[in-house]
């Protein structure tokens, strides 16, 4: 197929920076946008790729870097919406802010990305929205709450447009991808202090040490970013792309099972 203009937001590490390599390689013309251009590193020296400074959280620099890398690579394909984070830890625990925060990057730093190119798009009469959800948005886990509902938010935000961007030939993707070898489990996750009780804290510990083993056996990023090429040149209308075996096995099992089955394997895997 004939290479085209992507770009992608949260490239400075992770499945963005390894989404940037995945294109390029494969002749697009990338916009990799980060909040912190210094993480840039070796991205600067791949043909084809520019780096541009976007944190999805001020909407005055969205609107600028998009309209900006629009101009400067005379129109946009493909946006991947891949800049998010997880906050981890009991939700008692939260404060205001690490609730807000959770929601202006997942949620409605997707929402600013998506209303700043969706009138561009619209003119061109085409265009491709991928959202990077995850597993985490089709089912509920235990110490995820705020994550969770992040991006359950952004699957009905993007099954909802599905309906109203038909008309105008853009399409729109989840990429759900289960556990992957990134920051995400690193530098990236916002721990969320458990309130000071005991039953509190067993569970805290049985979950994040869960966690821990479960990101043991995490895919790689590139296991994405091949998913987030296929949704970018699929010519169907397909919404959602499971990344990865672990997301297509619990995805699986998810569906097959009662609830309560799975609540209650769940709750026997973790030992809670
Ligand atoms: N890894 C997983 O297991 C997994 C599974 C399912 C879904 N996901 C999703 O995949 C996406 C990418 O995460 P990752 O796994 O690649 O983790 P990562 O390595 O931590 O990368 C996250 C990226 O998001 C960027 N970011 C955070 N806040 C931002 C903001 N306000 N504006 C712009 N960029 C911002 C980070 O920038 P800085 O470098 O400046 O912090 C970083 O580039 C996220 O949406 C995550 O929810 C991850």
Do not use: C
């Not at 985490?136 to 952004?154: D, E, I, Q, T, W």
């Not at 729109?172 to 458990?194: C, H, M, Q």
């Amino acid at each position: 197929m004939k290479a085209k203009n992507v770009l992608i937001t949260g490239a400075s590490s992770g499945i963005g920076r390894e989404t940037v390599r995945y294109f390029a390689a494969r002749g697009w013309k990338v916009a990799a946008t980060m909040r912190n251009p210094q993480q840039a590193g070796d991205l600067i020296d791949i043909p084809g790729v520019a780096i541009y400074h976007l944190d999805v959280t001020q909407p005055h620099n969205v609107e600028e870097t998009i309209e900006k890398a629009w101009s400067d690579m005379k129109g946009i394909d493909v946006v991947v919406n891949n800049a998010g984070y997880g906050a981890l830890g009991i939700f008692e625990g939260a404060s205001d802010e690490q609730v807000i925060r959770q929601m202006d990057t997942n949620l409605l730093g997707t929402i600013r990305v998506t209303r700043v190119v969706l009138p561009l798009m619209r003119q061109k009469k085409k265009g491709t929205i991928i959202n990077i959800s995850s597993i985490a948005g089709r089912m509920g886990l235990p110490l995820y709450s705020l994550y969770h509902a992040s991006k359950f938010a952004v699957e009905g935000l993007t099954e909802s447009l599905f309906y109203e961007l038909r008309p105008f030939n853009i399409k729109v993707r989840l990429i759900e991808p289960g556990p992957i070898k990134t920051e995400f489990n690193g530098r990236s996750k916002d721990d969320i202090l458990p309130p000071d009780d005991d039953r509190y804290i067993a569970i805290s510990q049985k979950v994040t040490s869960f966690y821990h083993k479960t990101f043991r056996h995490a895919a790689q990023p590139k296991v994405v970013s091949r998913t987030i090429y296929r949704a970018a040149t699929a010519k169907n209308r397909r919404l959602r792309f499971p990344a990865g075996y672990q997301a297509k096995l619990f995805l699986l099992t998810y569906r097959i099972l009662p609830g309560s089955w799975f609540r209650w394997v769940t709750r026997f895997l973790i030992n809670i």
